[in-house]
């Protein structure tokens, strides 16, 4: 089955750190663009960071600029999303998207070839 599965999901306290993973099934990450974005109860799906897997272009949003880093793993064949400093307005299902278009596009989500399914991230005393 072609899809993107996210993991690394889960509880944390303000302040503290997780890293999420993107992994591709049924194709490769080889031309891609991968997107990480984020939904938060009533709100609107919020573009987070982007990393092209052939340039390692990579591009953030300003509210997560120098928190949150995203990588590319060649051996694991992942994309990975430190997020450090979190805080509770960073509570939200995270999800990862795969863009065969080699123009960076954060605003296109509905033109992204692959979705995951979402894993929760809470920030919470």
């Known amino acids: 089955q072609v899809q993107v599965v996210e993991s690394g999901g889960g509880l944390v306290q303000p302040g503290g750190s997780l890293r999420l993973s993107c992994a591709a099934s049924g194709f490769t990450f080889s031309r891609y663009w991968i997107y990480w974005f984020r939904q938060a109860p009533g709100k609107e799906r919020e573009f987070v960071a982007a990393?092209?897997?052939?340039?390692?272009?990579?591009n953030y949003a300003d509210s997560v600029k120098g928190r949150f880093s995203v990588s590319r793993d060649n051996v694991k064949s992942t994309v990975d999303l430190q997020m450090n400093s979190l805080k509770p307005e960073d509570t939200a299902i995270y999800y990862c998207a795969a863009d065969k278009s080699p123009v960076y596009r954060p605003g296109n989500l509905r033109s992204y070839a692959y979705w995951g399914q979402g894993t929760q991230v809470t920030v919470s005393s």
């Open positions: 990393i092209n897997w052939n340039d390692g272009n990579i």
